[in-house]
Structure formats: structure tokens, C-alpha cells
């Protein structure tokens, strides 16, 4: 089983049937806090949450990308993963949630650190992206810290309940990362 370590108490790993309960009452609790940015949130039940990670169990055995679960003290406190692989340009997205009580603390950027260390040195890919909507300052915040470019903004690309939503880009190649660290 993959599992990245970001702290003495803090661990990635995949997402498992079992964690189904657990994962939506996360969502339920932080909806409000989910809704401006996560269209997906406003209609999270316990149902789609087991159809979401069965769906990541697909995506992890057609080895096209997989989500993983922020566990923090043996419980979940956030999740984050790659979109669907593009293997002939070796290239994916990540996108990224926490839970509103551990926002702050830095989680976010070591879990993005650790899958794009997973991409560019496991998988070999050539880009990553990452996407926010303009007023998510907290979320542009993690890409900008690894050294990702702003290359501009999709026009409202998104929808979140009845409005529209920018999406901000960001990408990185591998030739701007070494170690873990930004190179440029």
C-alpha cells in the first residue's frame, strides 16, 4: 500500500471502501466550507461518496492517476489526487481539499510536494496542473509556494451551483523540480 509520511502524525494513503462514513461525514461538516470552491460538495451524500472511491479504486488498477486520504492521528482530515493520467503526454492534474480546522498548517503544500515528487520521479511525467477559482487565495497559495507557473485563467470553466467559475492555472514541468525542491 502507498503511503507518504508528511509529518510524525500526518500520512497520504489511498482511499478505501471502508472509509466511505468517515470521508462523508468530513464533507458534511465542512460543506459551507467546501461549497464556494467544490461544485461537487453541494450534492456529496454518503451514496456518491462510495460511488467517488469505488471510482478511485478504477482509476488506481487502470493505473491512471489515484486519490489519497489526509489521515491525521488515525483520522481523515482532507483528500488529494491526480486527475486522469495523460500518458502519452505524461501529464496530470492535482487537485486538493482539508477540512477547515486544519487548514494553515501547511498539510496541503507537503501532500502537493509529495505527489509531485510521485509524478515526476516515479511516474516520469513532463507536467502537472493545478487549477483554483481567483478568489481561492488559499488554494493558489500551495502551487505558488512549489514553484509552479500562473499561465492564466480559464474562463468560467466551472460551475458551482448557479454561478460560474474562473479557473486559474498552474503548471509545473519537470525540468523545474529536483528533489523536491523548486529548480527556477
Request: glycine share 8%; charged share 25%; hydrophobic share 45%.
Amino acid at each position: 500500500m502507498l503511503q507518504f509520511a508528511l509529518t510524525e502524525t500526518v500520512h497520504l494513503r489511498y482511499l478505501e471502501t471502508a472509509d466511505a462514513d468517515e470521508l462523508y461525514a468530513l464533507v458534511d461538516a465542512n460543506r459551507e466550507h467546501l461549497l464556494p470552491w467544490m461544485p461537487w460538495a453541494a450534492d456529496q451524500d454518503l451514496e456518491r461518496t462510495k460511488a467517488f472511491i469505488a471510482q478511485t479504486r478504477k482509476q488506481l488498477a487502470e493505473n491512471n492517476g489515484f486519490q489519497v486520504a489526509m489521515v491525521e492521528d488515525g483520522r481523515i482530515i482532507g483528500a488529494l489526487g491526480f486527475g486522469a493520467v495523460d500518458w502519452d503526454n505524461r501529464s496530470s492534474e492535482i487537485g486538493y481539499w482539508i477540512a477547515r480546522e486544519h487548514e494553515g498548517r501547511g498539510l496541503v503544500t507537503r501532500a502537493v510536494r509529495a505527489l509531485v515528487d510521485h509524478a515526476f520521479g516515479v511516474w516520469k511525467l513532463h507536467r502537472i496542473e493545478i487549477q483554483a477559482a481567483p478568489e481561492n487565495t488559499r488554494s493558489q497559495a500551495v502551487p505558488l509556494r512549489l514553484g509552479f507557473t500562473r499561465e492564466g485563467v480559464l474562463r468560467e470553466c466551472e460551475r458551482s451551483g448557479d454561478r460560474w467559475l474562473d479557473g486559474v492555472i498552474f503548471a509545473l514541468l519537470a525540468s523545474e523540480w529536483r528533489g523536491g525542491e523548486h529548480v527556477a
